[in-house]
T-cell receptor
Framework: AQKITQTQPGMFVQEKEAVTLDCTYD???????LFWYKQPSSGEMIFLIY??????QNATEGRYSLNFQKARKSANLVISASQLGDSAMYFC????????????FGDGTTLTVKP | SQTIHQWPATLVQPVGSPLSLECTVE??????LYWYRQAAGRGLQLLFY??????ISSEVPQNLSASRPQDRQFILSSKKLLLSDSGFYLC??????????????FGPGTRLTVT
């Protein structure tokens, strides 16, 4: 079984500052993938970034980076230079090698960027 | 490019009435298809998963059912809605196979209110 835990229901950040959204996971799969998605108030889920369990380097996509600490089973999302448009709900998710492509999602973190 | 459509966008139905939500994907073949439900302020609960026409995996026992009559069409149904069926329903697709690197692409969602 897989589990994703996001312990921050809500976070606030000042515009142009960096923010870290926490994600811890649990799985018995030796290989897995970790994803972050953004859900604006419109409801649509938007893929942000991916990290593979065997990737040696932390993933980066523009202002998004993933702080992957495999031994601690954490995959925190770092957003640099926050913008007002970053205000949204953020979900961490994982797929394991043995679960046929089915994702497990956390409960999400609501990020509010203050001007 | 690939697109995913869902309809209707919003729906208000009385308890005991039937339900049919439709999802179609364009621009890809043999996608993996998913139905999720999201309660207000919560994460995504996987309801159904399909790897091909007529192949449906149910993840959670409930009064909902799913069908995949065509390669890129996924339908969520109920014969009699319950109040607890209210929520935000998201359809998603993913490239075929079980590659860990494949992210999911989500439709715009259907907001269902059962009264």
């Amino acid at each position: 079984a897989q589990k994703i835990t996001q312990t921050q229901p809500g976070m606030f950040v000042q515009e142009k500052e960096a923010v870290t959204l926490d994600c811890t996971y649990d799985t018995s799969d030796p290989s897995y993938g970790l994803f972050w998605y953004k859900q604006p108030s419109s409801g649509e889920m938007i893929f942000l970034i991916y990290q593979g369990s065997y990737d040696q380097q932390n993933a980066t996509e523009g202002r998004y980076s993933l702080n992957f600490q495999k031994a601690r089973k954490s995959a925190n999302l770092v957003i640099s230079a926050s913008q007002l448009g970053d205000s949204a709900m953020y979900f961490c998710a994982m797929i394991g090698a043995t679960n046929a492509g089915k994702s497990t999602f956390g409960d999400g973190t609501t990020l509010t960027v203050k001007p | 490019s690939q697109t995913i459509h869902q309809w209707p966008a919003t729906l208000v139905q009385p308890v005991g009435s039937p339900l049919s939500l439709e999802c179609t994907v364009e621009g890809t073949s043999n996608p993996n298809l998913y139905w999720y439900r999201q309660a207000a302020g919560r994460g995504l609960q996987l309801l159904f998963y399909s790897v091909g026409i007529g192949q449906i995996s149910s993840e959670v026992p409930q009064n909902l059912s799913a069908s995949r009559p065509q390669d890129r069409q996924f339908i969520l149904s109920s014969k009699k809605l319950l109040l607890s069926d209210s929520g935000f329903y998201l359809c998603a697709w993913r490239r075929p196979g079980t590659g860990l690197t494949y992210e999911q692409y989500f439709g715009p969602g259907t907001r269902l209110t059962v009264t």
